[in-house]
């Protein structure tokens, strides 16, 4: 069964410092998110890409976050410089082009210190 | 008020018993529900889609009510593998699909 792929899985930081996560979503499928999941609550999209072009970025913090999706397929979500309140699990996910479903990587749980 | 409306729980029951979850969302064009379960420290799985005309897997039920704007998922005979958050999921209308998650109910089963 096809899967999203995410790395690293776990990553400790201290703040101030620059993190970067990749995703390698399932093949074929042409949307990717990243969300932010804090613990207790449900995960709160943070970048929505459809192909290598941004669909909605409206609640990434651009004065410190970044993500890029070069060529359509995998990405890269960028933190610089990190902060105490950026722990979190960070989830990629990706949707098929046939429907709305969303289908999530294992995601990287970042400690900021 | 949060868009998708959840009871956080924790719901904590018996092996066999009967369990539902609710749910309410508040934008009246939203077009797609989901069921998405997340164990603990993990990833969100797709559970099971939400149609008007109510659907049924195995021992897992959804319903959804459009005019009172309210998803329900009844589990029943609860197993412990069942033990789990149960996350609320609606397809914001309009433009690129956007899914917005509920914060999740808590269910624990126990022998």
């Known amino acids: 069964e096809a899967e999203v792929a995410q790395s690293p899985r776990y990553k400790i930081t201290e703040k101030s410092q620059a993190v970067a996560f990749w995703c390698d979503p399932i093949?074929?499928?042409?949307?990717l998110y990243w969300y932010r999941q804090i613990l207790g609550q449900g995960p709160e999209l943070l970048v929505q890409f459809q192909d290598e072009s941004v669909v909605d970025d409206s609640q990434l913090p651009k004065d410190r976050f970044s993500a890029e999706r070069l060529k359509g397929v995998d990405s890269t979500l960028k933190i610089q410089p990190a902060e105490l309140g950026d722990s979190a699990m960070y989830l990629c996910a990706s949707s098929p082009p046939t429907g709305p479903e969303q289908y999530f990587g294992p995601g990287t749980r970042l400690t900021v210190t | 008020r949060k868009e998708v409306e959840q009871d956080p729980g924790p719901f904590n029951v018996p092996e066999g018993a009967t369990v539902a979850f609710n749910c309410t969302y508040s934008n009246s064009a939203s077009q797609s529900f989901f069921w998405y379960r997340q164990d603990c420290r993990k990833e969100p799985k797709l559970l099971m889609s939400?149609?008007?005309s109510g659907n049924e897997d195995g021992r897992f039920t959804a319903q959804l009510n459009r005019a009172s704007q309210y998803i329900s998922l009844l589990i029943r005979d609860s197993k412990l593998s069942d033990s789990a958050t149960y996350l609320c999921?609606?397809?914001?209308?309009?433009?690129?699909?956007?899914?917005?998650f509920g914060a999740g109910t808590r269910l624990a089963v126990h022998p």
């Open positions: 093949s074929g499928h042409a949307t």
């Open positions: 939400v149609y008007s």
């Open positions: 999921v609606v397809n914001r209308a309009g433009g690129y699909n956007k899914l917005i």
